[in-house]
Antibody, heavy 123, light 110 residues
Framework: EVQLVQSGAEVKKPGESLKISCKAS????????IGWVRQMPGKGLEWMGI????????RYSPSFQGQVTISADKSIRTAYLQWSSLKASDTALYYC????????????????WGQGTMVTVSS | QSVLTQPPSVSAAPGQKVTISCSGS????????VSWYQQLPETAPKLLIY???KRPSGIPDRFSGSKSGTSATLDITGLQTGDEADYYC???????????FGGGTKLTVL
């Protein structure tokens, strides 16, 4: 079964760092892009960025460039999303999702989703 | 404000048909394929439609998608109470080189 399993909920203070994970199974990890999507409380989906674990090519949404870092470890089939200094406005549910595309993203679609990781940032 | 525009809410009775629209631009829907996602309460989104009108394995044919110019639509026929969810459209933005989503549409089955 193809699945993405994310790490558990986190409660952090402003200014702290955090790294959440997304472990893939059931498919060849290095041949699909994996993306991260933010959903703030009561709000819609926001695309943060994607990484291709095969060569670590990473693309960011301009809204999130410089705010987060997306990475991956091929040896353990895991993608990561990290913050160096959290803010209260980072409080949200974060999803990882596998991106299917023929190559140029014109036909992109997230076909497999993780269960989500809730991040709460509060003093 | 989302790059893709969806109505905030739609409603219909069980057994009826509902249409959800998604409006974009020449650099989004006009030149790329559209996907649709269903997010049931307290669950992760699920892919319903990709490449404008294709259904992944396991998605019933009550769900169908289409695209014309810079707009796309999701049709749901034979509505069931279990279809109550938020629905999102998504596509690639060729100008921004990013994935963009609509703001979401809440479906209520009366």
């Amino acid at each position: 079964e193809v699945q993405l399993v994310q790490s558990g909920a986190e409660v952090k203070k402003p200014g702290e760092s955090l790294k959440i994970s997304c472990k893939a199974s059931g498919y060849t990890f290095t041949t699909y892009w994996i993306g991260w999507v933010r959903q703030m409380p009561g709000k819609g989906l926001e695309w943060m960025g994607i990484i291709f674990p095969g060569d670590f090519d990473t693309r960011y949404s301009p809204s999130f460039q410089g705010q987060v870092t997306i990475s991956a470890d091929k040896s353990i089939r895991t993608a990561y999303l990290q913050w160096s200094s959290l803010k209260a406005s980072d409080t949200a549910l974060y999803y990882c999702a596998r991106l299917q595309t023929s190559g140029d993203f014109r036909d992109e679609a997230f076909d497999i989703w993780g269960q989500g990781t809730m991040v709460t940032v509060s003093s | 404000q989302s790059v893709l525009t969806q109505p905030p809410s739609v409603s219909a009775a069980p057994g009826q048909k509902v249409t959800i629209s998604c409006s974009g631009s020449s650099s989004t829907i006009g030149s790329n394929y559209v996907s649709w996602y269903q997010q049931l309460p307290e669950t992760a989104p699920k892919l319903l439609i990709y490449d404008n009108n294709k259904r992944p394995s396991g998605i019933p044919d009550r769900f169908s998608g289409s695209k014309s110019g810079t707009s796309a639509t999701l049709d749901i026929t034979g509505l069931q109470t279990g279809d109550e969810a938020d629905y999102y459209c998504g596509t690639w933005d060729s100008s921004l080189s990013t994935v963009v989503f609509g703001g979401g549409t809440k479906l209520t089955v009366l």
